[in-house]
């Protein structure tokens, strides 16, 4: 380069500057030119990252050549109405917020004649706006209920139990969590009209409580450490902990439990559509499910799932356990959801 | 010369529209958020912060575990950044780089490991046990006393950093005066070194202040439900509720009061400079 070096230094600048916007120019050709379709698909984390991939994911791609399926992070109500959608074709996140997005015109409308199993989902499975419309499909079911350390503390059999004083400090729930006020509703006895004694009961119960936790994977790390010997949590986690060999069992109390709905959908702006609505269709197919039952702990949405052994009998399984449950109605909440929640923040706080 | 003064001249606009972009906007965008509701002009959202307990409460919660842990961090800051000072030239890098080496570690990696420390069966409380007998209720986890040591040890090592540079630029040959002309080494340190080093002190204070102050991370994973701060109140207001506006409301009221305490402490430093000056 000593040819330039004898020049002035301003073509040394000009030749430095074309070199750099040339490699960025290659670099970027490379990101985009790619010759097959890509789907991108926002996940959890973790081992459901795993099993999405095992089983969704790497046998669509089979049966779609040329098709890749890309694992992207989890993308928030939040970030999804900032525009952070951009990119991604579907969404996989909780009932609620896939009901709000579609309220708030994030997302596609799904149509029977798109999905192959659309008739054989049983009806808690659909995700409706508030004006009655679809716009996402559950692919797995859980179950909100108690989790707790049998060889610490006796089995829980109502929600009440939370704040028996003989696990105070021991217990977390989850924050800001509409199913736990819910059950906590339910509990004290009264209905959306007058929250008052749900307030007064969460007064009641903050003293007992370790910590709100914010994550759903959070328990697993307090149990494990025994720092808590009971928690308001769901199903898959709590089993899939148990068979890991930590001291834990789950009930649903006798008031009952929330049923957890983990739905996907198309984002309105994608330019995937079809092929979008394709790999939801094929997340509600029995093989996909039964491995999310198997691996996961979390129930099938497709009512021609056949489950067996003890799979069966501790996941949400059947027509029966999942209307043993209760579906929030999510778009009448939503009208209080805001209240609550700053309420909640108010009485936890203290 | 000219050429090279006009270049950084240029360099440092350019570092200037970048601020403007990146940092200017994005708060006056929060601003305008918390002020600016379904179309409206309104103060709405700061009356809440101001007429409502909880806000109050909490805001003073996190001056206060602010100060304290801003206060620890300078103590045990101080004293590993003259330990250090103090080494031979050659072991510095060594011992900075034993302070500095948390900071490789994610945030969220090192709080899990604090939560098995002061956990149940965690060596402080084991040894408590030891100490005081079994009977003894001694928890640590899920408390104010567990978020001011994670804050502590997320901003030692700023603190350390900080202290240490301004320890390093005072001259050798002024405590060697010092002893000389009779004064012992403590009345040294108190009279020499530690006046000289007040810049550093300000600087790691301020830092350590507001990183306190904005922390998010330390109370959600080590602090009980009395523990929550400022930045947890906005988290929850923006992602959890979805209230983007009291959210933007509350942020703004924490950047207001860092800066103003850290106002406070500059004010403080050009007092301590003047005064060195003047003597």
Redesign the interface.
Known sequence: MHFIKRKNKYTYWIFMFGIIASLMFVLSACGSSSESKEIVVTSFGGKYDEVFTKYVAKPFEEKNPGVKVKLAPYT???KLSQGGGSSIDIVQLDDFDII?AANKGLLSPLEKKDFTSWDKLYEQAFLNSKDGKVFGLTNVFGAWGIAYNPEKTTKPTSWNDLWRTDVK?KVTMM??WIPDILMTQKATNTTMENMNPVWEAYKKI?PS????Y?SFSAPE?LFK???VVMASWFDGRALALKKAGTPIDFVIPKEGGILIRSGMSVVKNSKNQDLAKKLIDFAMTPEAQQGFAKELYYGPTNSTVKLDGDVADDVVYGKDKISGLTTPDWNNIFTK??EW??KW??V??? | MNRMQRFYTMLGWIAVLYMLLMFIYPVLKVVITSVWVNGQFTFDNYKTIFSTAIYRQVLVKTLWISIVSTFITLIIGYALANFIAKRPAKKQGFWLMIVIASMFMSLTVRLFGWMIVLGEKGPIIQLFRLLFGEKQELTLMFSSVAVIIGIVHFVLPFVVLNIYTTLKKIEPSLSEASIMLGASPMRTFWKVIFPLSLPGVYAGASLAFSLAASTFLVPTILGGPKDSLMSNLAYNSTITVGNMGLGSAISFVLLIIIVAVLMGLSALERRGHHASESR
């Open positions: 928030g109500i939040a709000d400090g924050s800001q903050t409580i370790a910590q709100y914010s790390a450490s025994n720092q959801r805001e929640l700053l923040q108010e936890t706080s203290r």
